[in-house]
């Protein structure tokens, strides 16, 4: 009897301890676009890009189609749809054509307004 309830107890854990790892792998993937989708933004938006800068695009663009992850991943972790804005986000940027209006800029906006309230959150969060 008694080694059924450390078995249960330990197969919790686990499955606490997994959750864990995914919400850090989470909150780094979210921490990272906060840094990129900025900075592609405004790389997308030059009408001639130096060399550097057209690697930095393209090793953005290489992050960020070998990311492969369910945008649900985040609702169910966060409670926010912060991996469906910044796939949304990523498209519009990489579809952008340079001196064009584009939603590139609207789901920047939105994205960092999440980005920020997450921050919020986690600081809450790693408070209690």
């Known amino acids: 009897m008694e080694n059924k309830l450390t078995k249960k107890r330990f197969i919790q854990t686990s ?43 393209n090793k953005i663009i290489e992050v960020y189609k070998s990311y492969s992850f369910d945008t649900s991943t985040s609702e169910i972790l966060m409670e926010s749809d912060i991996l469906e804005i910044i796939q949304q986000t990523f498209r519009a940027i990489e579809k952008r054509s340079p001196g064009k209006e584009s939603d590139s800029d609207k789901l920047m906006a939105i994205f960092q307004n999440k980005h920020h309230q997450l921050v919020l959150n986690w600081k809450q969060t790693d408070i209690n």
């Open 15 to 57: 499955a606490i301890q997994q959750i864990n790892e995914a919400t850090i792998v989470l909150r780094h993937f979210i921490e990272l676009s906060a840094k990129l989708l900025p900075f592609f933004n405004e790389l997308s938006k030059k009408n001639t890009l130096l060399p550097q800068e057209q690697s930095d695009r």
